[in-house]
Antibody, heavy 120, light 109 residues
Framework: QLQLQESGPGLVKPSETLSLTCTVS??????????WGWIRQPPGKGLEWLGSLYNGGRTYYNPSLKSRVAVSVDTSKNQFSLKLTSVTAADTGIYFCARTTSTGSYFDYWGQGALVTVSS | SYVLTQPPSVSVAPGKTATITCEGNNIGGKSVHWYQQKPGQAPVLVIS???DRPSGIPERFSGSNSGNTATLTISGVDAGDEADYYCQVWDSHTAHPYVFGGGTQVTVL
């Protein structure tokens, strides 16, 4: 059974970099053609896709965040990571990692989510 | 980027039918997926490709998509269906391929 688990600091200071890791178990992150992505949810608000990677490291990002977001992979650890730079209070929320289907059309497996608060 | 609009809330009596809409420009030409999210939990797919139910999702959940509106219908609603519901489309030809609607909170009266 595929499982995803987010980990990382729950508190980040304004202007610093948010870093989260998603550990995948039950399947290899290198399996083509699945994509692996990050989605966030501000408190009491909706879902926003941040970025994804596939095929060993190719990435694509939400244009509204492209200059601040980066997704990378560590195949030796079966993990992928999110970095979001220059954070503000508006970046506070729950961050989910997820896998898309082989067609890339929707997210079929999700992590439980990690709450990140941006505050000094 | 593409915009999906959902009503913020829908209220329904137990045993009745809840209808949740998702509006977008020519959304009938895209594949729409629906997620259910209960408080403190990750979203769970309830409908894929407009009308397909994943394994384990009750037949009470159904979907349709035409013109500028996609619809998720929950028949015979019970208290366990109280949750937020999100529509999502995927367009591989754009720089923003995954777009979510704003979500609809379903309240069972």
């Amino acid at each position: 059974q595929l499982q995803l688990q987010e980990s990382g600091p729950g508190l980040v200071k304004p202007s610093e970099t948010l870093s989260l890791t998603c550990t995948v178990s039950g399947a290899s992150i290198s399996t083509i053609p699945y994509h692996w992505g990050w989605i966030r949810q501000p408190p009491g608000k909706g879902l926003e896709w941040l970025g994804s990677l596939y095929n060993g490291g190719r990435t694509y990002y939400n244009p509204s965040l492209k200059s601040r977001v980066a997704v990378s992979v560590d195949t030796s650890k079966n993990q992928f990571s999110l970095k979001l730079t220059s954070v503000t209070a508006a970046d506070t929320g729950i961050y989910f990692c997820a896998r898309t289907t082989s067609t890339g059309s929707y997210f079929d497996y999700w992590g439980q989510g990690a709450l990140v608060t941006v505050s000094s | 980027s593409y915009v999906l609009t959902q009503p913020p809330s829908v209220s329904v009596a137990p045993g009745k039918t809840a209808t949740i809409t998702c509006e977008g420009n020519n959304i009938g030409g895209k594949s729409v997926h629906w997620y259910q999210q209960k408080p403190g939990q990750a979203p769970v797919l309830v409908i894929s490709y407009d009308l397909d139910r994943p394994s384990g999702i009750p037949e009470r959940f159904s979907g349709s998509n035409s013109g500028n509106t996609a619809t998720l219908t929950i028949s015979g609603v019970d208290a366990g269906d109280e949750a937020d519901y999100y529509c999502q489309v995927w367009d591989s030809h754009t720089a923003h391929p995954y777009v979510f609607g704003g979500g609809t909170q379903v309240t069972v009266l």
